[in-house]
C-alpha cells in the first residue's frame, strides 16, 4: 500500500482520486508578485517493515495575470521654480511602480484634464510619458499665480490596463522683476496734487505721506522712501520705511512758499529696482493766498525752453516789423522821387508827350554837331542834365552858357531834359 506526502509550508495538497492516482491541488491563492514559482517535493511511502519510499520535485512556476494597479513612489510630490523660468526647464520627476510582468508592468505617464489660472494644464507643463519627467512649457509670472497644482496618471499596458493617480504641487518662487508702484501722490499728468503746509507747523510736524506698493513678496517688496531732490533740503524729511514726510524744523517767513520735493521710493531687491514722484507743498493757510498755481511744477527745463520761446518770438517780430518799415518807407519814397529821365537818343513818339512842350533845336549858336533836344513839361519840379565830354575844349564855355540858359527854362516852366552833346 502506497501513500503519497507532500513537504510543509507549501500552499499546496494532494487529492487520492483513483488507486496510487493523485492530485495536486492549490490551498489558497496564488500571488506571483510575492512568490513567483515553486520547488514542491512529493514522497511515496508503502507500508512494509522497514517501509521504503522515493521522491520527485515538481517544479511550479506562476505566471502573472494583471492584478496591480501602478503605484507612485511618493503620495504626493513638490515643485519648485522661479518665475520668469525658461520654457522646458525641468520641475520635478515623478516614478510608479508596477509589481506586474512585461506589458503587465510597463507603466505609461500623462496629464490628466485640468484648468490652471482659466488655461488648459498642458499649456503650463509636460509630462514625458517614459521617464515621468515634468517640464514647464512657458515662463510663470509670480504675480498672477503663485502655485497651481498637476495631476498626473500612471497607466500600466495590461488587459484591461490599471491606472493610479499622483498631485505635483507647483510652487513659484518670487524674483524682483517689478518697480515700485507709487499709489499717493498720483502720477503726473495733466494736473498735480498739492499739500497745504500751516505757516506755523513745528518741527516733527506731519506734512503728507507717499503711498507705494510692490507686486513681488517677501524682501523684494521691503520699500525704502528717501528725498532726492527738494526746494529746501533743510526743510523736510521722510519716514525711511513709512514714507511720512515731517518737518525737519519750525517753517519760518523766510521760507519759500512753493516747496517741490522729489521722493525715490526704491525695494530690497537684488538689483534693487525704484520709482520717483513729486510732491508740491505749499506754506500757507489759505489756498487763497497763492496767487498762481499753475507754475509750481516749474523747473529748470520748462525755465530754458521758456526763455527760448521768448527769444523766437521777439526775433520775428522784430524781424516783421523791420520789413514793414522797409515796404513802407521804399513807397513813400517812390512817391516823392521826380521822374526818370530819358536819353535824348530814345525816339518818344509824340502821342507820350505832354501837351505843354518846346522843342528846342539845334539852331542856337552852337554848331550841329552840339545841338540839344529839350522837352519841357509843367509837371516836372527838378532838371537834370547828362554831359558828355567834348572833342574840343573851346566848346565848354559855349556849352555852359547853354546850360545855363537851360537852368534859366526850367526855373520858369519846369521840365525834364536830356542833353546830347
Not at 510652487?171 to 503726473?188: A, K
Request: charged fraction near 20%; include cysteine.
Amino acid at each position: 500500500m502506497v501513500r503519497c506526502s507532500l513537504q510543509t509550508g507549501v500552499p499546496f495538497k494532494l487529492v487520492p482520486s483513483i488507486k496510487n492516482y493523485y492530485s495536486l491541488v492549490t490551498t489558497e491563492q496564488l500571488d506571483r508578485e510575492l512568490v513567483s514559482d515553486y520547488n514542491i517535493t512529493i514522497t511515496a511511502t508503502d507500508e512494509g517493515s522497514p517501509p521504503l519510499s522515493s521522491s520527485k520535485t515538481v517544479h511550479l512556476t506562476v505566471a502573472d495575470i494583471n492584478d496591480n494597479p501602478p503605484v507612485f513612489e511618493e503620495q504626493s510630490y513638490s515643485a519648485h521654480v522661479t518665475e520668469n523660468n525658461k520654457p522646458g526647464s525641468t520641475l520635478c520627476s515623478v516614478a510608479a511602480r508596477d509589481p506586474d510582468w512585461r506589458q503587465n508592468g510597463t507603466v505609461v505617464y500623462s496629464l490628466l484634464p485640468g484648468e490652471v489660472n482659466g488655461a488648459p494644464v498642458s499649456s503650463y507643463v509636460s509630462v514625458n510619458g517614459d521617464t515621468g519627467v515634468i517640464h514647464a512649457v512657458r515662463a510663470f509670472d509670480y504675480e498672477q499665480f503663485r502655485s497651481f497644482k498637476v495631476h498626473v496618471m500612471a497607466r500600466d499596458n495590461g488587459s484591461p490596463p490599471l491606472s493610479s493617480n499622483v498631485t505635483v504641487n507647483v510652487f513659484i518662487s518670487d524674483v524682483n522683476d517689478n518697480s515700485p508702484q507709487i499709489l499717493y501722490p498720483t502720477p503726473e499728468g495733466n494736473s498735480f496734487m498739492t499739500e497745504l503746509v500751516p505757516k506755523a507747523a513745528h518741527a516733527g510736524s506731519l506734512v503728507s505721506k507717499v503711498i507705494a506698493v510692490d507686486a513681488d513678496s517677501g524682501q523684494n517688496a521691503w520699500l525704502s522712501y528717501h528725498i532726492v531732490k527738494s526746494t529746501d533740503p533743510g526743510l523736510f524729511t521722510i519716514g525711511l520705511h513709512s514714507g511720512e514726510i515731517r518737518s525737519q524744523r519750525d517753517v519760518s517767513e523766510s521760507d519759500s512758499m512753493k516747496q517741490n520735493l522729489i521722493v525715490s521710493v526704491k525695494d530690497n531687491g537684488q538689483p534693487p529696482l525704484s520709482a520717483t514722484c513729486s510732491m508740491y507743498l505749499l506754506i500757507s493757510d489759505n489756498l487763497a493766498e497763492v496767487p498762481e498755481l499753475k507754475d509750481i511744477s516749474y523747473d529748470e527745463r520748462d525755465s530754458k525752453l521758456t526763455s527760448y520761446l521768448i527769444i523766437a518770438l521777439v526775433s520775428v517780430s522784430t524781424f516783421f516789423l523791420t520789413f514793414i518799415i522797409i515796404v513802407l518807407g521804399v513807397r513813400f519814397c517812390r512817391r516823392r522821387k521826380p521822374r526818370l529821365l530819358f536819353d535824348g537818343a530814345v525816339a518818344i513818339p509824340s502821342g507820350y508827350l505832354p501837351p505843354n512842350y518846346a522843342d528846342v533845336d539845334g539852331t542856337g549858336t552852337l554848331r550841329s554837331t552840339y545841338n540839344y533836344d529839350g522837352y519841357m513839361t509843367t509837371g516836372s519840379r527838378t532838371s537834370d542834365f547828362k554831359f558828355v565830354s567834348s572833342y574840343n575844349d573851346n566848346t565848354l564855355p559855349r556849352c555852359w552858357g547853354m546850360h545855363q540858359q537851360i537852368t534859366h527854362i526850367y526855373n520858369t516852366f519846369g521840365f525834364v531834359s536830356t542833353m546830347r552833346l
